[in-house]
């Protein structure tokens, strides 16, 4: 496979790997209870980083 190359028109100009990407993700929680709404966002945050498995840390 030939490496993808992707140009921005203007002044900027980058390469990068065709199986990299980026996810921008925001979650909104809300209830009466702050701990109830604390424990819920922290098992969500856990399912979604799971199910984006190992890859999900950036790459720099």
């Known amino acids: 496979m030939t490496d993808l190359e992707i ?4 002044n900027a100009r980058g390469r990068y790997a065709p199986e ?3 996810i921008d993700l925001a979650v909104h929680l809300e209830g009466p209870v702050k701990a109830t709404v604390y424990e819920a966002a922290v098992a969500l945050h856990s399912r979604i980083t799971g199910a984006l498995g190992s890859s999900s840390r950036p790459v720099r």
């Open 7 to 10: 140009v921005v028109r203007g």
């Open 20 to 22: 990299r990407g980026v």
